[in-house]
């Protein structure tokens, strides 16, 4: 009867403990139906990924010195690498495996984005709502300093300036194509993929490229190069079908000036489509005078050349002069903001953020922001603007900060938040994170890289816009580090730090294209 006794009572443990483990899992369950539910109508009717995530960072990983790489998905909601649960410590796309991804290119509106490996100069396709690799667009002979790819997915542009070799990829074709351009750095095409613009390393002149068509025959490139005026090459060799072409952009009121261009870096499309901002470098780039110079589009399309005298017309509108810097811009449909540095008396050079007002071509306002080699700028929620920007800890702020200089000039850090004019409200800018090495009055970065920076993160390499989340995300310094769009202060980023050195970062699901 003991013996009988002890066996009922071991039963029916069992059975509580086989009850307590399916009312947990049941929990668990619930809770991640709870946690991460999706609306019966997605917006756009996009797919429900595979993490169950709604609101999902993309970060470029790389690790063993560029040998391999990653792409790991963060919960931007929630902050943090798993989910809420625990039952999943990370997410990643599926079938990535190329090193060194330091360029993401993102659509969120087409659920789509392509990943660049400097590494292996390849370009993968990623399918957001799988999460997965769905397969290669392309690789270049060498590797890009600039790659543009439009919406629309046609064709995809790079510029490989080692060899000084445009390449084109024509989707529609199968087909890829060199075009020769030496010392070419930088491509850029507008989203209906119409115009294609090229810059050159320490040059005046812009380039753009021309699809040759039924009226315009040429039997060998030799003839192409000759016939068309302006042309530097055309490809392929026998029937050429593509030509990169001088932009004529001729000041009428001073058609003797040697240029219109000085030192152009890159270019913005308006948001009408009707113009295009090309951004002048200036004395940042060794240049004389650094400023902004409008053309219309109607005279870059790809597709309008003709052989009529003159082959292509003119595309000049005007030139503005901004003597703070340019070498990025963005732009809210009336002010462009524009991004650059200014030499100062001792020879360094000191950040500036200039706000254009687009109908009256005057600038409005210049602020002082953080120093460096600008490359990012996005709008975000509470207002504001953000700049990132690349070797910061060798401008003005810099050195007064060795100086012992301890206001706020004396934080060199590579990120700023701009507060835009609202009512009688100017605008105002802060350099994040807010540190301040006064002897009185120490403050030091809140979440130290592994280099143990007391006072400096690194170049921003990433930015993105969590839309309606007030955060940004950033790789800062080769780590992931997020902050408040509200103040500017920095989110613990302890459940979002990754393992290796994040290269950039993309808003998977945001609204619109504008979030990177």
């Given at each position: 009867m003991?013996?009988?006794?002890?066996f009922?009572?071991s039963?029916?443990?069992?059975?509580?403990?086989?009850?307590?483990?399916?009312?947990?899992?049941?929990?668990?369950?619930?809770?991640?139906?709870?946690?991460?539910?999706?609306?019966?109508?997605?917006?756009?009717?996009?797919?429900?990924?595979?993490?169950?995530?709604?609101?999902?960072?993309?970060?470029?990983?790389?690790?063993?010195?560029?040998?391999?790489g990653?792409?790991?998905?963060l919960?931007?909601?929630?902050?943090?690498?798993?989910?809420?649960?625990?039952?999943?410590?990370?997410?990643?796309?599926?079938?990535?495996?190329?090193?060194?991804?330091?360029?993401?290119?993102?659509f969120?509106?087409?659920?789509?984005?392509?990943?660049?490996?400097?590494?292996?100069?390849?370009?993968?396709?990623?399918?957001?709502?799988?999460?997965?690799?769905?397969?290669?667009?392309?690789?270049?002979?060498?590797?890009?300093?600039?790659?543009?790819?439009?919406?629309t997915?046609?064709?995809?542009?790079?510029?490989?300036?080692?060899?000084?070799?445009?390449?084109?990829?024509d989707?529609?074709?199968?087909?890829?194509?060199?075009?020769?351009?030496?010392?070419?750095?930088?491509?850029?095409?507008?989203?209906?993929?119409?115009?294609?613009?090229?810059?050159?390393?320490?040059s005046?002149?812009?380039?753009?490229?021309?699809?040759?068509?039924?009226?315009?025959?040429?039997?060998?490139?030799?003839?192409?190069?000759?016939?068309?005026?302006?042309?530097?090459?055309?490809?392929?060799?026998?029937?050429?079908?593509?030509?990169?072409v001088?932009?004529?952009?001729?000041?009428?009121?001073?058609?003797?000036?040697?240029?219109?261009?000085?030192?152009?870096?890159?270019?913005?499309?308006?948001?009408?489509?009707?113009?295009?901002?090309?951004?002048?470098?200036?004395?940042?780039?060794?240049?004389?005078?650094?400023?902004?110079?409008?053309?219309?589009?109607?005279?870059?399309?790809?597709?309008?050349?003709?052989?009529?005298?003159?082959?292509?017309?003119?595309?000049?509108?005007?030139?503005?002069?901004?003597?703070?810097?340019?070498?990025?811009?963005?732009?809210?449909?009336?002010?462009?903001?524009?991004?650059?540095?200014?030499?100062?008396?001792?020879?360094?050079?000191?950040?500036?953020?200039?706000?254009?007002?687009?109908?009256?071509?005057?600038?409005?306002?210049?602020?002082?922001?953080?120093?460096?080699?600008?490359?990012?700028?996005?709008?975000?929620?509470?207002?504001?603007?953000?700049?990132?920007?690349?070797?910061?800890?060798t401008?003005?702020?810099?050195?007064?900060?060795?100086?012992?200089?301890?206001?706020?000039?004396?934080?060199?850090?590579?990120?700023?938040?701009?507060?835009?004019?609202?009512?009688?409200?100017?605008?105002?800018?802060?350099?994040?994170?807010?540190?301040?090495?006064?002897?009185?009055?120490?403050?030091?970065?809140?979440?130290?890289?592994?280099?143990?920076?007391?006072?400096?993160?690194?170049?921003?390499?990433?930015?993105?816009?969590?839309?309606?989340?007030?955060?940004?995300?950033?790789?800062?310094?080769?780590?992931?580090?997020?902050?408040?769009?509200?103040?500017?202060?920095?989110?613990?980023?302890?459940?979002?730090?990754?393992?290796?050195?994040?290269?950039?970062?993309?808003?998977?699901?945001?609204?619109?294209?504008?979030?990177?």
């Amino acid at each position: 009867m003991k013996n009988r006794s002890l066996f009922t009572q071991s039963l029916r443990a069992q059975i509580f403990c086989g009850l307590l483990i399916a009312v947990a899992t049941l929990g668990l369950t619930s809770c991640q139906e709870v946690l991460y539910k999706f609306p019966q109508f997605t917006f756009a009717n996009r797919p429900i990924p595979p993490s169950l995530l709604a609101n999902r960072v993309l970060v470029g990983i790389t690790a063993n010195g560029g040998a391999s790489g990653s792409l790991e998905i963060l919960d931007a909601l929630n902050d943090l690498r798993g989910n809420i649960q625990g039952t999943k410590l990370s997410f990643s796309i599926s079938g990535y495996s190329s090193g060194f991804p330091d360029l993401i290119l993102n659509f969120p509106s087409e659920i789509t984005g392509y990943v660049y490996s400097n590494t292996l100069g390849d370009v993968q396709i990623v399918n957001y709502g799988k999460e997965s690799v769905t397969g290669s667009a392309g690789t270049f002979p060498a590797k890009s300093t600039g790659l543009a790819i439009p919406p629309t997915f046609g064709h995809i542009y790079s510029a490989e300036e080692s060899i000084g070799q445009l390449g084109i990829i024509d989707n529609s074709t199968g087909k890829s194509y060199g075009l020769n351009l030496p010392n070419v750095f930088q491509v850029v095409v507008n989203t209906g993929d119409s115009v294609v613009l090229a810059m050159v390393r320490n040059s005046n002149t812009i380039y753009r490229v021309i699809k040759l068509n039924a009226n315009t025959p040429y039997a060998t490139s030799t003839e192409a190069v000759a016939g068309v005026t302006g042309a530097v090459d055309c490809e392929p060799f026998n029937i050429p079908v593509y030509c990169v072409v001088a932009v004529n952009s001729v000041n009428p009121a001073a058609p003797a000036a040697p240029s219109t261009f000085d030192r152009p870096v890159n270019a913005y499309f308006s948001l009408d489509g009707n113009s295009v901002y090309v951004l002048n470098c200036g004395p940042e780039c060794g240049g004389t005078t650094a400023g902004v110079t409008y053309l219309q589009n109607g005279a870059l399309q790809v597709n309008t050349y003709t052989n009529n005298t003159p082959a292509n017309p003119n595309a000049f509108l005007a030139t503005l002069p901004v003597p703070g810097g340019v070498t990025a811009a963005v732009s809210d449909g009336t002010t462009l903001y524009v991004s650059g540095q200014q030499i100062q008396s001792d020879g360094l050079l000191a950040g500036n953020l200039s706000a254009i007002n687009l109908a009256a071509n005057t600038i409005t306002s210049v602020t002082s922001i953080s120093d460096g080699n600008h490359t990012k700028m996005l709008f975000a929620d509470d207002n504001t603007l953000w700049v990132g920007s690349q070797l910061c800890a060798t401008g003005e702020r810099a050195a007064r900060s060795a100086q012992g200089i301890t206001d706020q000039t004396a934080n060199y850090n590579c990120l700023t938040r701009v507060a835009l004019p609202s009512g009688s409200t100017p605008i105002s800018a802060s350099i994040i994170p807010a540190v301040s090495q006064s002897p009185t009055s120490t403050v030091a970065v809140p979440y130290p890289n592994t280099n143990q920076n007391q006072f400096y993160y690194g170049d921003l390499t990433g930015l993105c816009w969590v839309q309606s989340l007030h955060k940004v995300y950033t790789a800062y310094g080769g780590q992931i580090h997020a902050f408040n769009t509200a103040d500017g202060s920095e989110i613990n980023n302890k459940n979002i730090t990754v393992q290796g050195t994040a290269l950039d970062v993309a808003y998977m699901d945001a609204a619109t294209d504008a979030a990177d």
